[in-house]
């Protein structure tokens, strides 16, 4: 069965600091990759989907920026954090093909002070 | 643009009644839509899914039915359970080749017991 991991499960950060979520999912090969982010009380909001190694796309003009270094691994970045980047970080998979339910992982906390 | 939205924000209901979570879509493309179940702090939970080419679709005290006419997709619950109490968002994919789904605000639904 496939399992998607997420870590930190909570980060506090300091404005202008630099941040790094880490996205690693099992039990299957080639993947869709999804980010995104909940506010409080809101719904879903895709930042970023990722077909395949080095393929990213964005979906809203932000501080944030992400990267697929191997086939099941999504990574996250900012290299300076703002104070609306808190919120609930959620990464996702999906089947390539055939399939196009997305699983979620736990999720980050982020609160930026 | 086109989005998926849900009628009711909050539902409460007593423990052991049925519990009907609504949403409403506005893209006539869409082909395949899902039930998402959000506790608290957590990732979203899928529950059930249903394609265009069906009108319901049954799960362990779950149902699904969808009324592509008016555009319209529900959730039951059967015997809700204060386990059940979480936000319920409906998604809908409407077609493509990278399966990016529109999700709803939520729902929250609330068992009192």
């Known amino acids: 069965s496939q399992t998607i991991h997420q870590w930190p499960a909570t980060l506090v950060q300091p404005v202008g600091s630099p941040l790094s979520l880490e996205c690693t999912v099992e039990?299957?090969?080639?993947?869709?990759l999804y980010w995104y982010r909940q506010a409080a009380g809101r719904g879903l909001q895709l930042l970023f989907y990722?077909?395949?190694?080095?393929?990213i796309s964005s979906e809203v003009p932000q501080n944030l920026s992400a990267s697929r270094p191997q086939d099941r691994q999504f990574i996250l970045s900012s290299k300076k954090l703002l104070l609306s980047d808190s919120g609930f970080y959620l990464c996702?998979?999906?089947?390539?093909?055939?399939?196009?339910?997305?699983?979620f992982g736990p999720g980050t906390r982020l609160l930026v002070l | 643009g086109e989005s998926v939205g849900l009628h009711l924000p909050t539902l409460s209901v007593q423990e052991g009644d049925n519990s009907i979570i609504n949403c409403a879509y506005s893209?006539?493309?869409?082909?395949?839509f899902i039930w998402y179940k959000q506790e608290s702090g957590k990732g979203p939970q899928f529950i059930i899914d249903?394609?265009?080419?069906?009108d319901k679709r049954q799960g362990q005290r779950v149902t699904v039915l969808l009324n592509k006419t008016v555009k319209h997709l529900s959730l039951q619950i059967a015997a809700t359970q204060p386990g059940d109490s979480a936000v319920y968002f409906c998604?809908?994919?409407?077609?493509?080749?990278?399966?990016?789904?529109?999700f709803g605000k939520g729902t929250l639904l609330t068992v009192n017991p």
């Open positions: 996702a998979w999906s089947f390539r093909v055939g399939k196009e339910t997305q699983y």
């Open positions: 893209n006539s493309a869409s082909d395949y």
């Open positions: 039990g299957t090969s080639n993947p869709n």
């Open positions: 998604a809908e994919n409407s077609g493509g080749s990278n399966y990016k789904l529109t």
């Open positions: 990722s077909v395949g190694i080095g393929q």
């Open positions: 249903i394609r265009s080419n069906m």
